[in-house]
């Protein structure tokens, strides 16, 4: 490893920001944060105000399997750019890529398990080798 290769927090915070102008350039949407964690071989990622103001119209006049059904289908079509954007970024493949939105809180979670470990800088003893 060199001194270009990323630290894991270096890596959680591109991810952010990309998933981020993701939505934001594909769906108009501006997410609120975006907080991924790296865990060896899988990544949590949390999208606040993931629910888009048309679907809360709708979840808010009594139309919440609507919402579901669109959103469903909103996440299966972002999926592919979504797994590109991974592995661009930490450089491993994506193997699955897990998905779910509660109406409630307007948080959509995600894994992505990786067929590997991505390759990330010790920082201070702190850190993954690859």
Do not use: W
Request: net charge negative; glycine share 6%; aromatic share 2%.
């Amino acid at each position: 490893m060199t001194d270009s290769t990323p630290t894991r927090g270096q890596l959680e915070r591109t991810l952010s920001q990309r998933i981020q102008a993701l939505y934001r350039n594909r769906l108009g949407h501006r997410l609120g944060n975006v907080d991924c964690q790296i865990f060896d071989e899988k990544i949590a990622i949390v999208l606040e105000n993931a629910v888009t103001q048309p679907e809360q119209l709708l979840a808010n006049n009594g139309k919440e399997d609507l919402v579901e059904q669109i959103h469903s289908d909103i996440s299966e079509v972002m999926q592919p750019q979504l797994k590109e954007l991974i592995e661009t970024i930490v450089g491993v493949p994506v193997v699955d890529l897990l998905t779910d939105t509660k109406l409630e809180t307007e948080r959509t979670g995600m894994i992505a398990v990786l067929s590997g470990s991505p390759q990330v800088r010790m920082v201070n003893g702190a850190g993954t080798k690859s």
